[in-house]
């Protein structure tokens, strides 16, 4: 059997990062928190943690004192850094480039037009989300697909932004929506907001997965960005498998192939593909 992992799969440059700046903390001894898990992977949140990183929370962010947070890639609300400095936080900020980018744009938005409705294309309650949400005191209106457009005042202004990894084409559908229901003289103005190291995963890995009579996608259950990405596997190869780990793999999704291909999602380390790769040839080769 031949086994191939998708060089295009693995972190994008914001967890890198993000990871990076832990590590780099790490090193220099003491604690070190992170608000949250740092990526949407247990497996690679457990090496960290060896490392001595402490998952923390928002509620126990309230209890911290004179110690270091390390912000993840997602952001945070303008309320996390008000309590941090309150509290004599040290805050290590990971925030991805691209999402600090989005968050000084939608806040700019929202303070120099304050009869429009900022409208958020993203999954409620994702990190990423909630720190867009407060840049607006949270009033932002966050649609989670586009048949929820329909629900907006097409009498007011509407300023519509994406989370940075959500689908490009779901996005483009409710652009098209609201331009084709907006009641003058409201005005609509839309900002792609989308990664292009992310959103042009898709085309790749469904390259990926047809070139391959089985699909195995490494990804933690938390990733909302994995979800997406494998329901491309999925949609032109059925045999796609997700699994968090080796140990998930089963002779079942191997059996009858020559070819395989083994994938993750932005947050899915390459240590964990290589590992799953050397879990299938162990099952092949007893």
Aim: charged share 20%; aromatic share 6%.
């Amino acid at each position: 059997m031949k086994i191939e992992i998708d060089e295009n799969s693995g972190f994008c440059f914001g967890v890198t990062t993000a990871i990076s700046k832990a590590e780099e903390e790490l090193r220099k001894g003491g604690t070190l928190f992170s608000l949250g898990d740092i990526v949407h992977n247990g497996k690679e949140c457990d090496r960290l943690r060896m490392l001595g990183l402490q998952a923390t929370s928002h509620e126990l962010l309230n209890t911290l004192s004179h110690s270091k947070v390390l912000l993840r890639a997602h952001g945070e609300p303008p309320a996390t850094y008000a309590t941090a400095r309150a509290n004599n936080v040290e805050i290590i900020d990971a925030t991805c480039p691209v999402v600090l980018q989005l968050q000084r744009r939608i806040r700019n938005e929202y303070q120099n037009n304050p009869d429009a409705q900022i409208v958020i294309f993203g999954k409620p309650g994702h990190a990423e989300v909630l720190g867009l949400v407060g840049q607006t005191e949270g009033k932002a209106i966050v649609l989670s697909s586009p048949d929820e457009a329909d629900d907006l005042d097409f009498h007011r202004h509407i300023r519509l932004f994406s989370q940075t990894t959500q689908p490009l084409k779901e996005f483009q559908k409710i652009v098209a929506y609201i331009r084709s229901h907006i009641q003058s003289p409201a005005t609509f103005a839309y900002y792609d907001t989308i990664c292009r190291q992310v959103s042009n995963r898709i085309p790749r890995m469904i390259a990926f997965a047809k070139r391959h009579d089985a699909i195995i996608f490494v990804c933690g259950n938390k990733s909302s960005n994995g979800q997406v990405l494998l329901n491309a596997c999925l949609a032109v190869n059925p045999r796609s498998y997700c699994v968090e780990g080796p140990e998930d793999i089963t002779t079942k999704m191997t059996e009858g192939i020559t070819t395989l291909g083994i994938c993750g999602a932005t947050s899915t380390p390459k240590w964990l593909m290589e590992q799953c790769k050397e879990a299938v040839e162990k099952l092949n080769n007893p």
